[in-house]
């Protein structure tokens, strides 16, 4: 009987964490009866669209200033018992947009004895823009990824989904919001990446990098938030789900969110990686270990260069509003950064990105151990109308540019990808 590869112990550990996220999962997954209701009846919001608007003149209120503009937006009603009914409403225009005829708006109204309905407007209705920019996004990816353009988008919603129906309602319950957040990323690591990138030597060895990346960082945030005293209280989102549901732990909802986040750089480094080292490996079989994670490494730098500096800048777009009014504030830098709302951005940026170089070296090593302990001349799946190709022992006669892409040809067929639908 064959002795077991690196590979099956790899996929033992695999099993070995899935079962124990499975448990996880149903000891930590809320009963119906602990969930949260509705806090109130919120009345259903009615749509209208915009049929003329009026600019007249306004005294700007002496305190918020203002342009000294008054506008007058006359709606359609388009649903509930008023449908057909036009409606004219008095706006201030400063926190709007610029409303123009069309443009569909949501209203809701207050209710008074003997009185007409009083209407304003809630917002924008974005749902169409949205759905378009979603199709977009959808057709997009399958255009270029295919068929794992599909399974990817398949991931994404298993993501969601996961998040949606267990790490929220598991932390509205009480459960340990780092806890909940942990069980829930492995499960959608596993999940989400064979599903991705199938059941083969590198999305395992993509996930060992991805688990061990993901603790260490885990690991490294629970001593880090707690020595730096972060509450949690810095945002006002903070302060209203403190106030929506009494006895939440927001510094553990905290790490719940970096650990979420840095899952989410982690796996596409370590895919990337683990990629990269197979496909280096499958063009040069004779490469050893110390070559093939020397050549590795360098895409690996590049990769940990560019990713750290985006993490930086999604950060800081994210906060730019906040940035603005630092700038403008005149306290001193020093205050700044010391500020709680400014240290918990800092500290989930540097604890990722650190959690990210951690991946990059682990799961090249650990890639390349794998790779390198497949046999040398495994046998290769035909499809229909391929033509007969040679081993790699009848490579030797060709040169080296006719060997890369032979070798390439081999790794793409063994990945279940037909060579000539490379591009």
Do not use: C
Not at 4 to 16: D, E, G, K, Q, S
Not at 19 to 25: F, K, Q, S
Not at 371 to 389: F, K
């Amino acid at each position: 009987m064959a002795l077991p590869t690196i590979h099956h112990r790899l996929l033992l550990v695999v099993a070995a964490l899935m079962v124990l996220t499975v448990v996880g999962m149903v000891v930590l997954w809320p009963r119906a009866d602990q969930l949260p209701g509705a806090q109130a009846d919120v009345p259903d919001l009615v749509t209208a669209e915009v049929v003329a608007v009026d600019v007249r003149s306004h005294d700007p209120d002496p305190a918020l200033g203002g342009s000294g503009e008054l506008l007058v937006v006359t709606v359609e009603l388009l649903g509930g018992d008023e449908a057909g009914e036009r409606v004219d409403l008095e706006v201030v225009p400063e926190g709007y947009p610029p409303f123009v005829v069309g443009d569909r708006v949501e209203l809701d109204r207050v209710l008074i004895d003997g009185e007409d309905p009083a209407w304003f407007i809630v917002d924008f209705r974005r749902l169409p823009t949205l759905w378009l920019l979603l199709g977009l996004f959808v057709l997009a990816v399958i255009a270029v990824g295919r068929w794992h353009g599909l399974r990817s988008l398949l991931g994404l919603a298993i993501s969601l989904l996961i998040v949606v129906r267990f790490v929220v309602p598991a932390i509205l319950v009480g459960r340990s919001p780092p806890l909940v957040a942990i069980v829930g990323a492995i499960a959608i690591m596993i999940v989400t990446l064979y599903l991705a990138h199938g059941v083969n030597e590198m999305t395992t060895s993509a996930i060992i990098g991805t688990g061990g990346a993901l603790l260490l960082t885990v690991g490294l945030a629970v001593v880090i938030v707690d020595r730096a005293k972060i509450t949690g209280y810095a945002s006002d989102e903070a302060n209203l789900v403190s106030f929506a549901f009494e006895g939440l732990d927001l510094q553990g909802l905290v790490l719940a969110g970096l650990i979420i986040a840095a899952l989410g750089v982690l796996d596409d480094v370590t895919v990337s990686q683990a990629s990269t080292v197979f496909a280096l490996h499958d063009t040069d079989r004779t490469l050893s270990w110390s070559a093939l994670f020397a050549r590795a490494m360098k895409v690996g730098r590049d990769h940990i260069a560019s990713v750290v500096n985006t993490l930086f800048l999604a950060y800081a777009g994210a906060s730019l509003a906040l940035l603005v009014l630092f700038s403008t504030s005149g306290l001193p830098a020093t205050e700044i950064v010391n500020s709680e709302v400014f240290a918990e951005e800092l500290v989930k940026t540097v604890i990722g990105s650190l959690g990210l170089i951690a991946a990059v070296p682990f799961t090249t090593a650990l890639a390349a151990r794998v790779a390198i302990s497949r046999q040398l001349d495994p046998p290769v799946r035909r499809g229909p109308g391929d033509e007969p190709r040679e081993d790699l022992d009848d490579l030797d006669d060709l040169d080296e540019e006719q060997r890369a892409q032979r070798s390439w040809a081999r790794y793409l067929t063994e990945r279940g990808e037909r060579p000539n639908d490379a591009g």
